[in-house]
């Protein structure tokens, strides 16, 4: 797991900021994740694992952003099933 303890979608978020100006969607996440190594693809599924682990508030951001996380972990499930099928 990573050092840094914000969630995932965060560190995608804050990473695209700073590139592009605009945090990025759950989309533009997903597909730079086809851009990652089969091992860096495994390890950020694993982190995502873990956050889908961790307890639910009944707060309306947490419970929006646990529904923004499984979109993102199926969208990114398919990718790497994709490309470990292709041998990527």
């Known amino acids: 797991m990573s050092d840094d303890d914000r969630a995932f ?13 605009k945090p990025a969607t759950i989309e533009q996440i997903a ?3 086809a851009l990652y190594g089969v091992k860096k693809r495994a390890d950020a599924l694993e982190d995502l694992d873990g956050e889908l682990r961790d307890e639910v508030d009944s707060g309306s951001h947490s419970l929006r952003r646990r529904v923004q996380l499984m979109a993102l972990r199926r969208k990114m499930g398919g990718v790497h099933a994709v490309l470990r099928k292709a041998r990527r």
């Open 9 to 21: 979608i965060e560190r995608g978020e804050s990473l695209t900021e700073k590139l592009s100006s």
């Open 31 to 33: 597909d730079n994740f």
